[in-house]
């Protein structure tokens, strides 16, 4: 069974880099994409961007100009960097596994995230 | 940007039919995604392209999708399907992945 798990700060201060790992297990990091969604509290998911293992990127045009993804197949983990965060960007931070086809077949559980000085 | 629009709730009995609404422009188009979120947990797929469902989710969930909406279906509600419900879809001309702003189905 594959398992996604969530991991970094849980508090980060206003103009600094929020920085999360997502680590995959019970299954190779290979031939799939991998998404990073958000939830902030009380409202809905929004997707952030995706990386493929081959580490090509896409990313929600709204966040672009701030989000980097990156992957590291040795250690089967892939990576979300946020620059410059604001109080906006407080949120339960997802990753989850993409089939080739658009939809996320496993969720991380989740990691709360809080943007404050 | 493609827009995704559910009804913000919607209420059944147990053991009736709860049927939860997404509409898109020409969605029926698209393939459409479903995922259940109960409180404190991650979203769960429980249906994918319009139709289909991963294993380990039960018969009672079907899905449709045609024209302007999309329909996910829950037969014989139990309690236990009490949650946020959330559409999502692919749109193909902002490369961007979209999700419908939830429907928090009661079982009443």
């Known amino acids: 069974q594959v398992q996604l798990q969530e991991s970094g700060p849980g508090l980060v201060k206003p103009s600094e880099t929020l920085s999360l790992t997502c680590t995959v297990s019970?299954?190779?990091?290979?031939?799939?994409?991998w998404s990073w969604i958000r939830q902030p509290a009380g409202k809905g998911l929004e997707w952030i961007g995706r990386i493929y293992t081959s580490g090509s990127t896409n990313y929600n045009p709204s966040l672009k100009s701030r989000v980097t993804m990156s992957v590291d197949t040795s250690k089967n983990q892939f990576s979300l960097k946020l620059s410059s965060v604001t109080a906006a960007d407080t949120a339960v931070y997802y990753c989850a596994r993409e089939p080739v086809a658009y939809y996320f077949d496993y969720w991380g559980q989740g990691t709360l995230v809080t943007v404050s000085s | 940007s493609y827009v995704l629009t559910q009804p913000p709730s919607v209420s059944v009995a147990p053991g009736k039919t709860a049927r939860i609404t997404c509409g898109g422009n020409n969605i029926g188009s698209k393939s459409v995604h479903w995922y259940q979120q109960k409180p404190g947990q991650a979203p769960v797929l429980v249906i994918y392209?319009?139709?289909d469902r991963p294993s380990g989710i039960p018969e009672r969930f079907s899905g449709s999708n045609s024209g302007n909406t999309a329909t996910l279906t829950i037969s014989r509600v139990e309690a236990g399907d009490e949650a946020d419900y959330y559409c999502q879809v692919w749109d193909s001309s902002s490369d961007l992945v979209v999700f419908g702003g939830g429907t928090k189905l009661t079982v009443l």
């Open positions: 392209y319009d139709s």
């Open positions: 019970g299954g190779s990091i290979s031939s799939y994409y």
